[in-house]
C-alpha cells in the first residue's frame, strides 16, 4: 500500500513543503520489515518516477525512494535489477522512453552502485560488455557516449575484453568522429568539450588497461582523417585523443605512416589537413608536436608535393588560430614551422602578409604578459621570413613600420633558423639506407654543375658572384626581358642565391658565353674567358646604348642582346633608366671592374716625354726573372736597383705571408726584421720592412751614370734571391720602370730618330674590384711548350695599391675597355713637351676571391675558387691587427725619403679566424674554410697554385656595404623582378618534385640496394678535384706526360 499512498501524494495538490515532508517519512519507513511484493510494487513506481516522471520533483523522489529501498531490501532489488531487466532497458526502452535516452544510461549506472556488492552483478557485467559495444556502434550523440562513458570509468568490468576490446575502441573512434557542436553560447560549447573529454579519457583507461588497442585505435584515426570520399567531415573532438598517445611512439608512428606504400599521397594530404584543423581544439595538447613530426618525416622521404599543398592550403587557417588565446601556442608553432620550411617560394609567406598588421596591432592592445611574449615571437618569425624573402618593399614597408619598436634578430639567428628548417635540411633518419637528400651544404652556398670540363667558367662565375657589389648591380639591373648575355648572367645570379638545389646546371650561360675559339668538352684558360666575359658584356652595353640613342622612340626603348654585335637589330627594347650608367657615361663592367693605366716614355737623350692612358679590367702580373737564369748578355740595359734611388712609389701589404712559418721572408733581397718579441710588445706579431725602390730613371730630370747600368736578359729590376714572392712584389714588378734600348729602342718624334727611352707605366684610376693575373704559363724556347711556373705566392690580405692622381689630364679618346699588352705601348705614344704632375696614393684593397689552378697546363687540370664576401665585415672583423685608416692615410715611397717602412700585421696563430667567412666552390661542392687553408695550398700540393686574384676597394670607414639598404633589401640583397622571381620559384617546386622522384624510386629499390657512403672529408684533407688526371694536388702519372684534355 505504500506504492499508492506515494504516487497518490506525488500527485496530489498539496504543498510541495507538505510533499516533502510526508517523502521523508516514507523513505525513514524503508527500513522497517517490508514483503517481497511492497518491494517490488516500490520498485517499479519509482523506476517509473526516475525514467518518465512528470517533473524534477517526481524524479528526485524515485531516486531517493529507491536508494533507501534498495539499501535495505537488498535480495529483493537483487531479484528485480536483474540481467534481462537491464537488457530489456538497453533494448526496447522503457514505455514512451527510447533505448537511447541519456536517462537509461543513468538508471542503469545507479543501479549497478546499488547492486555493486550482489553475486548477480557479474551476470550482469557479461551482459553490459555486448551492449555497449552496440550502442556504441550505433554512434550516440556526445551527451549519452559521455554518460555510457561514466558508467564505464566507475564499472571497467563492464568494458568488453580482449579483441573485443580492440573493436570496441576503433567504434568508439568513429563514434568520436561524428561529434559535432552546433552551440553558440560559451556554456554549451564547454559542455560539449567536457563531453568529448570524458570519452577521450574513457579511451585512455581502456589503453593503459589494454596496450594492444592502442595501435589499432590509431590506425582507425588514420583512416578516418584520410579518406578522401568521406561524406562528411570528421570532427575535430578527434584533437582530445592526441594528448593521450604516449610521446615515445611519435619516431614509431611516422615512421609507419610515411614509409607504408599503401598510402596514397591524396590520403595523406586529407589527413595532414585534418591534424591541422585539430589545432582549433581548445586545450588540446601535443596536437602540434605531432602536426610537425608528421611535416619532418614527409619532409625526409621528399614527399614534397604533399607539403607544398597542404601549406599553402591551410597557412591561413593556422594564421586565423592565433587570435585565439587558447589555441595561440600551437598554431604559432605550426605555423613557424610550416613557414620557415617553405623557402623555395614566397608564395606561403605572402598568403598571411596582409593579415599580420592587424594581428600585431591587436596582440598591442591585448596588453597582457602572455600576449607580450607571443608577440615578440611572431616578430622574429615575420624577420626571418622578410630576410628569406626579401624585394617586396610594397608588401612590407608596412609591417616593418608596425614592428618597428620590436626587437629584431640578428642576421645570423635568423641564417641558423632557416637552415636548419627548410625541407631539404630533414635528415631522413627513417631509411638508414636511402642516400641523403641531396640539398645545399651547411654554408647555404650553391655550386655550379660542371659540364665537361667548365671548372674555368664555374670558378670565375662563383669569384663574379662573390664579388658582392657587381652581384647586387646585376641583380638591380631591370632588363625588362631582355635575352642579352647581361640577362642571363642576371638568372644566373638570382638561381646562384635562391635556388634550393645543392647545385645548378649553367648551361643556357655556358652556351651564350662561350668564347667561339673555345671547343666545347676541352679544358680552357679562365683567365681568357674572364676577359672575353667581361668584354662581351661592356661591348653589350655600349651598343644598347648606342641603339638607344638613335631610336626614334626616344627613351622609350633601346636594345641590350648577347648577340647584339652580330645582329644589332634585333636586340629586344630595354628602357634607358635601366642602363647601369653614371653621369660619366661608364658603363656597369667599367665601373666594376675599370681602371686606367698611364704609360710615360722619357727619351734619355733630349728628356721629352710622351704619354697616354689605356682602360684595363686585369693587371697581367709576370714573374721577375733571377740573375741565375740569365745565360748570355743582350743588348738590354737596366738601372741596378742597389745603387740608384727611385721617385716611382711601389705596392704595399698589410698582411702577407703565412704565420707559421719559422723565419722571416726575405723580400726584395732585404731581410724581414722582427719586432715585438720583447716584453714591451708580447702577443703581438709586428713586423716591419722596408719595401725597396725599384729602380727607375730620374723623373726629375736627374742624368743617369752610364756606370750605373747593368748588361741583362730582362729590360726589369730582377733580384738577387726569388725564393720568396708576394703579390706587392709582382707588382711592384709590373709597375717598375723599363729602359727600351737595342732592338726595342724608342723612336723619338723631337730627336728624329731611335734613342733608349725609359718607360713608366702608372695606375691613374683604380677599379672598385681588381682583377689580378698572375702569368704563370710561360713560352719555354728550347722545348717549344707552355710551361707552368709553380712558385708559390704569398697572398695579402689587405693591400695597398699605388695610384697616381694626375693634375691635370688630356681628353679621353674613345677606346675599347680591354686595351693592348703595355708592351707595345710606345709605339702609339706622341710627344708632348712635359709631364703632369701626379700625386702619389695608396689605395687599400680587400682580397675577395681566389682561382686556382690545379695542374701543370692551362689546357688540363682543374680550377677551383676560394672567396669570401667582402661586404659581410670589415678588416677589423678578419682578426688581424691593422688600422685600415691609418694605411690609407700613409703614403707611398717618396724620393726624399728613403727610410719610410710599411707596417705589416702577420696572422697570429693564437688569433681565431672569423668562423665560416671562407668558402671553396669546387664545380657542385662548396665548403667551409679557412684562409689559412688558401696561404698553404701551393704548399701542401705543389702544382695548385693561385692564378687569378680579386680584390675589393676598402673604403677607410672600414665599411663596404650595410646590411639593410633603404630599410628594405632586408638581408642587403635587391629585391628580385618578378620574372626572376618566377623563375626560381618553378625550378625549386621542379626540384622538389624530383627529389620526391628519386626518394620513391630508392625507396623501392631499398630491398636490393646495398648501403654504401663514404662521408667526403674536409677540404684540407685531400686536394680539390680535377677535371683530368693532371689535376688535384697529388702524384700519380698524369700530372707531366697527359696531353689530352680530359672530361670531368
Known sequence: MMDKILEALITSSHPLPVKKGIVKKVVDAAENSVDREQCKAMFDLTTRLILIGEDNFQKQVGHQVLDAYARYHRCEFEEFFNKGFILNLLQQGYGSLDKKDVAIIDYIHMGLKLIMSCPSVLEIFGCMHTEVLRLVCERPEPLLCARLSELLSDFVHCIPRGKSAVLFCQQLVRTITQFQCNATQEEEIRGFISQVNKVSNLLQSIWKAEPGALLPSLQEVFVIISATDSIFEPSIALASLVQHIPLQMITVLIRSLITDQNVKDASMTCALCRMIDWLSWPLAQHVETWVIALLKGLASVQKFTILIDVTLLKIEQVFHRLWYPIVRPGALTVLSHMLLSFQHSPEAFHLIVPHIIKLVQFLKDEDSPTGKIFLMQLTELVHCMMYQYSGFPDLYEPILEVIKDLPKPSEEKMKMTLNQSAWTSQSNSLASCLSRLSG?????????????????????????????????????????????????????????????????????????????????????????????????????EKTCRILHEDSPRGSGSSARDGSSREHPEEAPPVSEANLSRDDDGKTLIEKMFGGKLQTTIRCLNCKSTSQ??????????????????????GPTQLLAPADYESTVPHCRTAVIADALRSEPPAIHGLQVEEIGHGPEMVGDMLQTFPLPPIASADSCGLPVPSDKLVTVHSNKSIEQSDKTKSVPHLINYFLAPEILNGENKYYCEKCASLQNAQKVMQVVDE?????????????????????????????????????????????????PLLSDSPENLPKKLKSSGSVDSSDSQPVSYLLSSIVVHSGMSSESGHYYCYARNTSSGSVGQLCYK???????????????????????????????????????????????????????????????????????????????????????????????????????????????????????????????????????????????????????????????????????
Open 767 to 815: 677599379p672598385e674590384y681588381l682583377i689580378l693575373t698572375l702569368l704563370r704559363f710561360s713560352y719555354d724556347s728550347k722545348s717549344h711548350i707552355r710551361r707552368k711556373i709553380l712558385d708559390d705566392v704569398a697572398l695579402p690580405l689587405v693591400l695597398q695599391l699605388p695610384v697616381e692622381k694626375t693634375s691635370s689630364k688630356s681628353p679621353a679618346l674613345s677606346q
Open 440 to 540: 645545399k651544404s651547411e654554408t647555404g652556398k650553391t655550386g655550379l654543375i660542371n659540364l665537361g670540363n667548365t671548372c674555368y667558367m664555374n670558378s670565375v662565375i662563383q669569384a663574379l658572384f662573390m664579388a658582392t657589389d657587381f652581384r647586387r648591380s646585376v641583380l638591380s639591373l631591370n632588363l625588362n626581358g631582355a635575352r642579352s648575355l647581361m640577362r642571363k648572367l642576371q638568372l644566373l645570379f638570382a638561381f646562384l642565391a635562391h635556388t634550393q638545389r645543392a647545385a645548378y646546371a649553367p648551361q643556357s650561360f655556358f652556351e651564350e658565353s662561350r668564347p667561339p675559339w673555345f671547343t666545347p668538352g676541352s679544358q680552357q684558360d679562365c683567365s681568357e674567358y674572364l676577359r672575353f666575359l667581361l668584354d662581351r658584356l661592356h661591348e653589350e
Open 882 to 1048: 691593422t688600422n685600415l685608416a691609418g694605411l690609407a692615410s700613409s703614403q707611398g715611397c717618396a724620393a726624399d725619403n728613403d727610410d719610410s717602412k710599411t707596417s705589416v700585421i702577420w696572422h697570429d696563430p693564437n688569433c681565431k679566424e672569423t668562423s665560416k667567412e671562407w668558402f671553396l666552390f669546387n664545380d657542385s661542392r662548396v665548403t667551409f674554410t679557412s684562409f689559412q687553408s688558401v696561404q698553404n695550398i701551393t704548399s701542401r700540393f705543389p702544382k695548385d697554385t693561385a692564378y687569378v686574384l680579386f680584390y675589393r676597394k676598402q673604403s677607410v670607414n672600414c665599411g663596404v656595404y650595410p646590411s639593410t639598404i633603404n630599410g628594405l633589401w632586408v638581408n642587403g640583397e635587391p629585391p628580385l623582378q618578378k620574372e626572376l622571381l618566377d623563375a626560381i620559384t618553378k625550378d625549386n617546386k621542379l626540384y622538389l618534385q624530383e627529389q620526391e622522384l628519386n626518394a620513391r624510386t630508392r625507396a623501392l629499390q631499398a630491398s636490393s640496394t646495398t648501403c654504401s657512403f663514404r662521408p667526403r672529408g674536409f677540404d684540407d684533407s685531400d686536394p680539390p678535384g680535377s677535371c683530368g688526371p693532371s689535376g688535384g694536388g697529388g702524384g700519380g702519372s698524369g700530372g707531366f706526360n697527359t696531353i689530352s684534355r680530359l672530361v670531368f
Open 612 to 633: 697616354k692612358q689605356e682602360a684595363f679590367t686585369d693587371l697581367s702580373l709576370a714573374f721577375p726573372p733571377c740573375l741565375e737564369d740569365v745565360v748570355e748578355a
